[in-house]
């Protein structure tokens, strides 16, 4: 599994397929945060452990992740 995959299941997953996401970068499995920001359009992916962010623009329809969870939140598995 790379970002790309991540993010697939962030725009297109159920609540629990995002539920189970964890960083992806060797040796990290940290927990994924991430930000939307609907009046640019903007979304933002990282983690806090390993320091990874990535940011996407021209996002125009709302994401699953963020109908489910909101326009922030912190993957954590409970
Ligand atoms: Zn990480």
């Given at each position: 599994m790379d970002w790309d995959d991540v993010e697939e299941i962030l725009f297109d997953g159920t609540k629990e397929t995002i539920k189970n996401l964890?960083?992806?970068n060797e040796g990290c499995s940290g927990n994924i945060e991430y930000e939307f920001n609907s009046k640019f359009?903007?979304?933002v992916v990282k983690c806090q452990k390993?320091?990874?962010y990535s940011k996407s623009n021209g996002v125009f329809y709302i994401p699953s992740c963020v109908k489910i969870f909101g326009d922030k939140f912190m993957i954590s598995r409970q």
């Open positions: 964890k960083c992806v359009n903007s979304f390993c320091g990874h």
